[in-house]
């Protein structure tokens, strides 16, 4: 696949509309937002949660529009997929796709049930992976680029303020490093030490 066909959003910036037509992307970076419009005062609410493997619009593919809208979460890199050397049916990488799907909407729903402490700790850790610069996934070289705090209330259906006091709790646990230095140090880009237990 050439790096011409893939294609950059930044943070918070709409991937595609739901019900709009449009092509299936993975996503090679980053990380993405799944939302719904409620019928019938048309709002939007947390559907899914994408990540740096996952496909995103799928459903074009049968009903040639999407059924979501994708918002980024943090900046990423996407692709066409399936890519020109790949048929998009009867194709052992589909049905990987399909099963990786399922097994992140069954995570996803976790991430909304248990203690705030718990249901954040998951969140960072779905999100997390490892730099472009060095993608063995090696749990001490991972990274998160965390959404914003509204965003993590939503994935998690904690309030805003359960939120920031989990991240709080996390940075002073030593499970959250910020990334930068003295004054400068990131309140969204951190490093990730996993515990026991952790994906």
Not at 12 to 24: D, E, K, M, P
Request: overall charge positive; glycine content about 8%.
């Amino acid at each position: 696949m050439t790096r011409a066909r893939q294609r950059s959003v930044l943070r918070g910036q709409r991937i595609y509309a739901g019900n709009a037509r449009g092509t299936a992307w993975r996503v090679l970076s980053g990380s993405v937002r799944l939302d719904r419009e409620e019928q019938p005062n048309g709002e939007e609410s947390f559907a899914n949660l994408a990540v740096r493997g996952d496909v995103i619009g799928a459903e074009t593919l049968l009903f040639g529009k999407y059924s979501f809208t994708a918002t980024a979460l943090a900046d990423c890199v996407l692709a066409p997929w399936p890519d020109d050397r790949t048929p998009p049916a009867g194709d052992y990488s589909l049905l990987r796709t399909l099963a990786k799907a399922e097994r992140r909407a069954a995570e996803v729903i976790a991430l909304r049930c248990g203690q705030a402490a718990d249901r954040v700790r998951r969140l960072v850790m779905m999100l997390a992976q490892a730099p472009e610069q060095n993608p063995v996934n090696q749990p001490a070289d991972l990274q998160v680029v965390l959404p914003s705090r509204q965003d993590m209330a939503d994935i998690t259906a904690l309030t805003l303020e359960t939120v920031s006091r989990m991240v709080s709790q996390l940075r002073h646990a030593g499970l959250l490093e910020p990334l930068g230095q003295g004054k400068h140090s990131s309140q969204r880009n951190f490093s990730v030490r996993p515990i026991a237990g952790d994906p």
